[in-house]
């Protein structure tokens, strides 16, 4: 049952789990539904407009950062089996928005079907004081949203 606020969440409490491992990201973005309409007016329609038929939706291309600690065997090995030709290696990943104090998810994005199709590795600077940052990109199917 979620629970009725005055203020919405704060967009920085989030846990991401690809299949049954949780994985830590700085920043997760891309993820939606758009869903196509087709335009159509047999000529004995009493409007002069078009009407409006609900065709497929498609499921944009989610991108996950995060810091560079190390420990990257599962998404690595991810990537190299798709890579290698895997068709079968589709994973759920489930993100989870927290409220301030971490007692579970209020609201989660269930990406169906997903599949990495791009790795960064970030940029290396010998000068830089920043943290290394690597990008994943995931196509995936399907896009539930549910609460809690």
């Not at 079968?88 to 990406?111: C, F, K, M, S, Y």
């Amino acid at each position: 049952m979620p629970i009725e606020r005055e203020r919405p969440y704060s967009q920085f409490n989030f846990k991401v789990l690809i299949g049954a491992i949780e994985a830590g990201f700085q920043e997760c973005s891309g993820f939606g539904l758009e869903i196509t309409v087709a335009e159509y007016r047999n000529g004995n329609y009493p409007l002069n407009s078009p009407q409006k038929i609900t065709g497929v939706h498609k499921v944009p291309d989610v991108t996950l950062k995060r810091g560079v600690m190390g420990e990257v065997a599962l998404l690595h090995q991810w990537i190299q089996n798709v890579r290698d030709g895997d068709q079968n290696d589709r994973r759920t990943v489930t993100i989870q928005l927290q409220d301030e104090a971490h007692n579970g998810p209020v609201q989660q994005w269930i990406l169906s079907e997903a599949r990495p199709i791009k790795f960064v590795g970030g940029s290396l600077t010998a000068k830089g004081t920043d943290v290394l940052i690597e990008e994943f990109t995931l196509a995936c199917e399907g896009i539930e949203c549910t609460e809690g």
